[in-house]
């Protein structure tokens, strides 16, 4: 069963606006991570916001995590175009299960 | 990157040949997993293993099957490769002592004709 599912599919904006993406899932988690993919490439991780925690930052990344929701957003302020890429947050249980993804937000900076 | 890299990155093949991909570290980390990613699916995790010689099912593991002989190399082996596993494959490693993160290699582009 999927746990992780990103919202939108795909989101499409201006360089030097803010892109906003969520994640829903579905039982309890120890901790969510966000990835970024670039075309052609591997994941490469961004931040990890642990069950216990509401809100943090990384730079020009914001990360929220409501646990009642069962929800995150990643926030991403001042986009560039460099910022162009598919988006994945990752999931994992509180009893050491393994990660699971969401099909990912594919984002498009226009310059 | 943490050191980790995919062989063959592409690789062209016919259904019902067998086909072995491998994934290399060079940090002698504990666990590393293989994904593989379709378009919609995000990525769907096929076997997992915790040290040498021991490996588990992940959430897609039929048709596939895995070795850790050594620390460094994960193989991932299609037995008789089928359309369906058109994919692309990731190898990722995840660092020990309590540490969530993953890091993953560049991925193989397998096309099965």
């Known amino acids: 069963s999927q746990q992780g599912e990103e919202d939108p599919q795909a989101l499409s904006i201006q360089e030097g606006e803010n892109a906003t993406m969520n994640c829903s899932y579905k039982?309890?988690?120890?901790?969510l991570q966000w990835y970024r993919q670039n075309s052609g490439r591997g994941l490469v991780h961004l931040i990890l916001?642990?069950?216990?925690?509401r809100e943090k930052h990384s730079g020009r990344l914001r990360v929220t995590l409501d646990t009642s929701k069962k929800s995150s957003s990643l926030l991403i302020t001042a986009s560039r175009a460099a910022d162009t890429a598919s988006y994945f947050c990752a999931t994992r249980g509180n009893y050491g299960q393994n990660f699971v993804f969401g099909p990912g937000t594919r984002l498009s900076v226009l310059p | 990157d943490a050191g980790i890299t995919q062989s063959p990155r592409h690789k062209v093949t016919e259904t019902g040949t067998p086909v072995t991909l491998r994934c290399h570290q060079t940090?002698?980390?504990?666990?590393m997993y293989w994904y593989r990613q379709d378009p919609g699916h995000g990525l769907r995790l096929i076997h997992y293993?915790?040290?040498?010689?021991?490996?588990d099912k992940g959430e897609v593991s039929d048709g596939y099957s895995v070795s850790r002989s050594k620390t460094e190399d994960f193989l991932l082996t299609l037995e008789s490769a089928t359309s369906s596993q058109t994919s692309v494959y990731f190898c990722?490693?995840?660092?020990?002592?309590?540490?969530?993160?993953?890091?993953f290699g560049p991925g193989t582009r397998l096309l099965v004709l």
């Open positions: 916001i642990r069950s216990n925690e």
């Open positions: 293993s915790y040290g040498v010689k021991d490996t």
């Open positions: 990722a490693i995840r660092l020990s002592g309590g540490r969530e993160t993953q890091y």
């Open positions: 940090e002698n980390h504990r666990y």
């Open positions: 039982t309890s988690i120890n901790n």
